[in-house]
């Protein structure tokens, strides 16, 4: 339940064991991106991707991070991203093996340039 740790309570492939019984702050609350966002298709979903599209703040950004749950994202996500954050003026990030990935305005990859959110 922390940035880039997932809930000890999520199986894979099943979601949350503790559903019935979650607390409201974070796990009612949250609301992950493809559940919100009318722009993300059905194929986009968490249990067909295994990857969470999530709303960050970042010194005074917003960026819309991909979060791998379960397996690597794949090549047609992150496409499919970055064609998203183009049209729309978002900024994302995403990591493979460990090293972090960045697409946006000119003035947010500069404030990501030596710091990493």
């Keep these: 339940m922390f940035p880039g740790k997932p809930c000890i309570f999520v199986e894979q492939g099943v979601g949350c064991k503790e559903y019935e019984t979650r607390p409201y702050d974070p796990c009612v609350l949250f609301q992950c991106e493809w559940r919100r966002n009318p722009h993300f298709d059905e194929w986009l979903a968490p249990t067909k991707t295994d990857v969470i599209f ?61 710091e990493r959110p």
């Design 54 to 114: 999530v709303r960050q703040p970042y010194n005074g950004f917003e960026y819309l991070q991909i979060a791998e749950a379960g397996r690597p994202a794949s090549e047609e996500i992150i496409a499919w991203a970055k064609d998203y954050s183009e049209k729309h003026n978002m900024n994302i990030k995403w990591s493979v093996d460990g090293v972090a990935f960045f697409a946006g305005s000119q003035e947010f990859l500069e404030s990501v340039k030596n």
